[in-house]
């Protein structure tokens, strides 16, 4: 009977998953939810479970969001919060930024996207970009100057057709700052750009899961993307404790806008990709260099101050793309630097000049791979990759959408190998179209609009947990007889 009964409750435990659709009928005692998500890396967000509803909370913007379950009643103080959103939410989604894109590629909803609100020219997905190609996708920051024009090909020319699109969007996801959109009347604000870790900044996929009913996926991904990112560091460990002394890293650029060299200051994610890399990481934390431009409302280093600080580091990485212009400008005092005379020097066009503003936020596991492999603590990525090699490679181009690109771009099965790694991956560097970004800011998050392969996630599934529960039914069939 005890046996029994532990395969009564694997079964059960097997076969309990989040709703997809309304209920029917109500159980006001019965939890809806048994798959739930938690915040465990982040400090911005909160979430809490009732039976039939769902209550969450934005810390950064101080904003709070009612989700219950289509079917039943929302509570009696549902008036108390920003947003009462019935879930799973209708495939009818607006974002803002392309930011949310790999994020709802990760769990296999890029489809439900409708409406994007901005500036369409920086969308890097290939499989996103053939949606709004199709027509499937509503621009409403339609620049013709500067947009590709395939993108425009389908768009509606009808006033009274964009305006009934955007009254059916059921949530628009959108950075705090985001101004409204006429028709559209459901916002939910999102903050991961304003955590100072990878492991956070990935974790917002829970936050974005409890929208869809999709809590299982959320956390299957977030725990594969740990385990892999751990499987970087260890190896870079392993690698590095060979090596005489750490390898060095400048993390700077040149802003041709504001005229001035940005360098790097910790803590921030590149901080990060180096201690996991055992790497060393030159950054002014303390502001104790000095900064002769005072631009764009902070203040830059002139290129001698740069020179100075950065000339004995191994490895350059310059987060913008203007490394050719600005070596143009600046050769004669940049010829001094160490990692100029190697050819050490990598941008971020390894992937086209989009994808690290759009990918990277959800690619953290591969970014740092790629950044070890820069300082040599790691094999490169199979396939391309992130940073690319100014004087040795070209710029990445944008690639195709492929039935695996419209899903999750986190590989989950994988073997970590010490020291070797040569996994059986499917990178996203070999895809991004072309745009105009604005150089990144080592200072913070990108100050402009700011990650597609592998297989889907899905909930946990196997033959042998089919054979279990075959096993288990059997068995109580086998039960039930003899106990009549």
């Keep these: 009977m005890k046996f029994l009964a532990v395969c009564f409750s694997v079964f059960v435990t097997a076969q309990a998953v989040n709703p997809t659709e309304c209920l029917s009928s109500v159980d ?26 769902k209550i969450l909370r934005n810390i950064d913007s101080n904003s709070s969001y009612l989700l219950y379950q289509c079917g039943t009643t929302p509570p009696a103080d549902s008036n108390l919060y920003d947003e009462v959103i019935p879930i799973p939410i209708a495939p009818n989604v607006a974002i803002d930024e392309v930011v949310h894109i790999p994020m709802l590629e990760q769990l296999g909803q890029v489809q439900s996207i409708d409406v994007f609100l901005t500036d369409p020219q920086y969308i890097s997905s290939p499989c996103f970009r053939d949606k709004v190609t199709a027509g499937e996708v509503l621009l409403v920051d339609r620049t013709e100057e500067d947009t590709s024009p395939d993108l425009l090909l389908n768009q509606p020319s009808s006033p009274e057709r964009v305006m009934e699109v955007l009254q059916n969007v059921s949530v628009a996801f ?23 870790t990878n492991a956070a ?14 809590e299982a996926v959320a956390n299957e991904a977030v725990e594969a993307a740990a385990d892999r990112y751990e499987c970087v560091t260890e190896n870079a460990g392993r690698i590095q404790a060979d ?109 086209g000049p989009n994808a690290w503003y759009e990918e990277r936020y959800s690619s953290y596991y591969d970014v740092v791979q790629d950044f070890c492999s820069v300082v040599g603590t790691t094999s490169p990525l199979p396939g391309g990759r992130w940073f690319r090699n100014v004087f040795q490679h070209k710029e990445g181009q944008a690639g195709e959408c492929t039935r695996e690109g419209e899903h999750s771009i986190l590989p989950y099965n994988f073997e970590c190998v010490p020291a070797v790694f040569d996994l059986p991956i499917a990178s996203p560097v070999a895809t991004a179209p072309a745009g105009k970004p604005v150089a990144e800011s080592p200072m913070g998050q990108p ?15 196997s033959s042998s947990s089919f054979e279990l529960n075959y096993a288990c039914l059997a068995l109580m069939s086998i039960g039930a007889l003899m106990l009549q």
Excluded: R
């Excluded at 100050?447 to 599934?461: L, W």
């Design 201 to 214: 900044i990935f974790e917002w996929l829970k936050f974005y899961s409890t929208f869809f009913n999709l």
């Design 447 to 461: 100050v402009a609009e700011p990650s597609t392969g592998g297989s889907v996630a899905e909930t946990p599934s």
């Design 243 to 351: 090596f005489p002394q750490q390898p060095t890293v400048l993390w700077a650029y040149y802003s041709d806008y504001c005229l001035g060299w940005s360098v790097a200051k910790c803590p921030n994610y590149y901080c990060e990709f180096a201690s996991a890399c055992s790497a060393q990481l030159l950054s002014d934390d303390d502001e104790s260099q000095s900064y002769s431009v005072d631009a764009c409302g902070t203040k830059f280093m002139n290129v001698t101050e740069l020179v100075a600080f950065g000339k004995d580091a191994d490895h350059w990485i310059f987060p913008a793309p203007n490394w050719d212009e600005t070596n143009v400008e600046f050769e004669k005092e940049l010829s001094v630097m160490k990692s100029v005379q190697n050819k050490q020097v990598f941008d971020y066009l390894g992937a």
């Design 28 to 53: 006001p005692d019965f939890d809806y939810f048994p798959d739930k998500v938690s915040a465990v890396d982040s400090k911005l967000w909160t979430v809490s479970y009732h039976n039939s509803y």
């Design 174 to 196: 959108v950075s705090p700052f985001h101004s409204d959109i006429p028709g559209v009347d459901t916002y939910v604000k999102v903050s991961f750009y304003a955590e100072l």
